[in-house]
């Protein structure tokens, strides 16, 4: 397992996401940074904006079924750029990748999310969608990384937060961080079923209880 900094920071899940085939980074992403991502999590990588900011993690999450993204956001020129349906997500609640925890099968969403846009999440990216917490955490996209195989999330979940997302997903949450000691485990690893890679200053520890929560040993 690597690690590695994306726009100099090791923050790399706030400036980049990724699902089984695809990776979007920031423009400026240095080109050894993205031909990493390219071999580590077997992807395309793809340099883009989301609503005109280079936090395209913090803005945007998708599966393999599509992507959605904020107001403003330039949808139709994204979904043309790396070919998958791209939404716009309406609302106030609207740092997509900041609230929404997701793989190809299931979601769990900011507990205060609108019931309409919760139906929208769930269309787009054609999942099971919930509202909840991660150690009473409401900012569940950056609390939590999930992939097909795995999930990891912040210590300090409570068995109510565990039992419903065993339920969802399918598997039991594995507590960790990242980057010596960060909760915000979301904002630190990039992951799909494949690979992952983390932020720059994760420790060994750290990495070791990433890959039991991902299935990646």
């Known amino acids: 397992m690597q690690t590695i900094n994306i726009m100099d920071t090791p923050v790399i899940g706030v ?16 080109p050894e940074v993205t031909a990493q991502i390219e071999k580590r999590l077997d992807v395309s990588v793809y340099k883009c904006l989301v609503n005109d900011s280079i936090l395209v993690g913090s803005m945007c999450r998708g599966n393999s079924n599509g992507f959605l993204v904020p107001e403003n956001s330039k949808a139709d020129a994204l979904s043309k750029q790396f070919g998958k349906p791209v939404t716009v997500m309406p609302g106030k609640l609207n740092a997509v990748g900041n609230i929404l925890l997701a793989n ?24 099971d969608v919930r509202k909840g917490t991660i150690a009473g955490i409401k900012t569940v996209g950056m609390a939590g990384c999930v992939t097909n195989k795995g999930l990891l999330v912040s210590p300090g979940i409570t068995e109510d ?29 990039l992951a799909n079923s494949k690979n992952c890679l983390a932020g720059s200053e994760t420790s060994g520890y750290e990495l070791g209880r990433i890959l039991t929560a991902l299935d990646l040993e």
């Open 15 to 30: 400036f980049s996401t990724c699902t089984e085939e695809i990776c979007l980074v920031p423009e400026g992403t240095r």
């Open 104 to 127: 190809d099968t299931a979601g769990l969403v900011h507990p205060e999310m609108p019931d309409n846009i919760v139906r929208i999440i769930g269309d787009t990216l054609k999942i």
């Open 161 to 189: 937060e565990t039992a419903l997302l065993e339920d969802l997903f399918g598997f039991a949450p594995v507590v960790g961080s990242v980057n010596f000691g960060s909760r915000m485990v979301g904002s630190g690893i």
